[in-house]
T-cell receptor, first 111, second 114 residues
Framework: DAKTTQPPSMDCAEGRAANLPCNHS???????VYWYRQIHSQGPQYIIHGLKNNETNEMASLIITEDRKSSTLILPHATLRDTAVYYC????????????FGPGTRLSVLP | NAGVTQTPKFQVLKTGQSMTLQCAQD?????MYWYRQDPGMGLRLIYY???????DKGEVPNGYNVSRLNKREFSLRLESAAPSQTSVYFC?????????????FGDGTRLSIL
């Protein structure tokens, strides 16, 4: 079962920042926070991951609270193509594990 | 740089037929995975290959076989397809530099068994 809680849906205006929250209050010390998204009929697309420090790449920023019990994915300038279901996943990626997705957050970027 | 490429994208089989799903990655990754995703569910691991020359069972291996042909390619075979194997199949790969490198997924094969 998923170890994360995300809002089921969010809207964001095109060109604005999209801030997607995730609660993971039971995260353990060696588990990373990963964000993936899945656009209809495509495979899960990796966005970003982190352990305890904030991370940034060409797609997004990840802000993890100091107690690591929650995080926020930030898409700085959302476009229509960012409309997707976003999944926050916590795991220590040892071999042999299923990839447990919760329901995720359905982000709709509006023109 | 294509990432993870899966073929075919769609396939319809009759019960009892066999087929092989192909997966290739061009990221020089050591580890490769096969998952299935059923509606409303997460990805369930069928088989994985931690490195070239090794394969291991995941949670749902029954009815499937795999071959790690070389570092780039990892195939999944259904020997005698059953309707319960109707699903979307995803291949993924990961660098083995450390445990927590992310897995990168292909776009899937949508398989229907009649």
């Amino acid at each position: 079962d998923a170890k994360t809680t995300q809002p089921p849906s969010m809207d964001c205006a095109e060109g604005r920042a999209a801030n997607l929250p995730c609660n993971h209050s039971t995260i353990s010390g060696n588990e990373y926070v990963y964000w993936y998204r899945q656009i209809h009929s495509q495979g899960p697309q990796y966005i970003i991951h982190g352990l305890k420090n904030n991370e940034t790449n060409e797609m997004a920023s990840l802000i993890i609270t100091e107690d690591r019990k929650s995080s926020t994915l930030i898409l700085p300038h959302a476009t229509l193509r960012d409309t997707a279901v976003y999944y926050c996943i916590v795991r220590f990626d040892n071999y042999g594990q299923n990839f447990v997705f919760g329901p995720g957050t359905r982000l709709s970027v509006l023109p | 740089n294509a990432g993870v490429t899966q073929t075919p994208k769609f396939q319809v089989l009759k019960t009892g037929q066999s087929m092989t799903l192909q997966c290739a990655q061009d990221m020089n990754h050591n580890s490769m995975y096969w998952y299935r995703q059923d509606p409303g569910m997460g990805l369930r691991l069928i088989y994985y290959s931690a490195s070239e020359g090794t394969t291991d069972k995941g949670e749902v291996p029954n009815g499937y076989n795999v071959s790690r042909l070389n570092k780039r390619e990892f195939s999944l075979r259904l020997e005698s397809a059953a309707p319960s194997q109707t699903s979307v199949y995803f291949c993924a790969s990961k660098s083995a530099a450390d445990y927590n490198q992310p897995q990168h997924f292909g776009d899937g094969t949508r398989l229907s068994i009649l």
